[in-house]
């Protein structure tokens, strides 16, 4: 199968998704109260943005100006369209960029927004490399899965060791952080319900009906198939680990 139809296929089955990973509107609006009050004047830079649930939460919540980036282009415009709808447009901005080449100036955010998609750079890459953006004692707020709980089944490790080999504890994350010279202010997990009522029963209804839709594609089918253990192993096994939100400061 050629690498455009996978990934014609993969926006296919999640399109439409209020959510592109785990999390909800609360545990964005936890880990942004943590966060000194911004001004007009003060930037957010909201990487992997999927289509903007947290980046619309945040919104609603500070008058800063926030930029958004993805590397999915319908996914920007569908951010750039509900902006525009909700008359923000002037302050909420979305573009096309690779989390793993930004190109913006240095000291240019007050603070850089990442839920769900950090693992794309690696933890220790993003805290240093994303570092130079921030302006001074500028803060940081992420979204990683780590493991909540010690020897997870056989089955559990296997697959997070194969879908994510860099899993690692909490106690770990928390030791990067600070030996790239940032300072923890806050972490908690997320929900169960971010997991399942805001992302996996959604995706569970697109799967069951593209399976129907794609009865006879042996390509969409294993898509489906993927998937479809990703929710398994969730419902086996979360209690293992989770998602873990953190809000660090530069020091």
Not at 23 to 41: I, M, N, Q, W, Y
Not at 65 to 86: F, G, M, Q, T, W
Not at 116 to 143: M, Q
Not at 230 to 236: G, L
Request: aromatic share 12%.
């Amino acid at each position: 199968m050629s690498s455009t139809r996978v990934r014609a296929l993969f926006f296919e089955l999640f399109s439409g998704l209020p959510r592109q990973g785990p999390g909800d509107s609360k545990s964005t609006g936890r880990a942004f109260r943590c966060v000194p009050e911004l001004t007009p004047h003060d930037r957010i830079l909201d990487i992997g943005c999927g289509t903007g649930a947290q980046t619309f939460v945040l919104a609603k919540r500070t008058r800063a100006k926030i930029v958004a980036v993805d590397n999915h282009v319908s996914y920007v415009e569908a951010l750039n369209k509900r902006a525009a709808a909700l008359s923000i447009a002037n302050r909420v901005v979305a573009c096309v960029a690779d989390m793993r080449q930004l190109e913006f100036e240095n000291d240019s955010f007050d603070l850089i927004w990442c839920e769900g998609a950090i693992y794309n750079v690696g933890i220790e890459t993003a805290l240093r490399e994303w570092r130079r953006f921030l302006r001074h004692k500028g803060f940081i707020a992420f979204t990683e899965v780590c493991w909540q709980k010690p020897n997870p089944p056989n089955e559990c490790r296997l697959f997070w060791e194969h879908e994510y080999p860099a899993i690692s504890t909490k106690k770990e994350l928390l030791k990067v952080i600070e030996s790239c010279g940032y300072q923890l202010i806050d972490h908690f997990p997320l929900d169960e319900s971010a997991w399942w009522d805001e992302y996996y029963q959604p995706l569970q209804a697109n799967l069951n009906a593209f399976r129907e839709r794609y009865g006879d594609d042996l390509e969409a089918q294993n898509l489906c198939d993927q998937c479809q253990r990703e929710i398994d192993i969730w419902h086996a096994y979360g209690a293992f680990y989770g998602y873990e939100f953190v809000v660090i400061q530069a020091i």
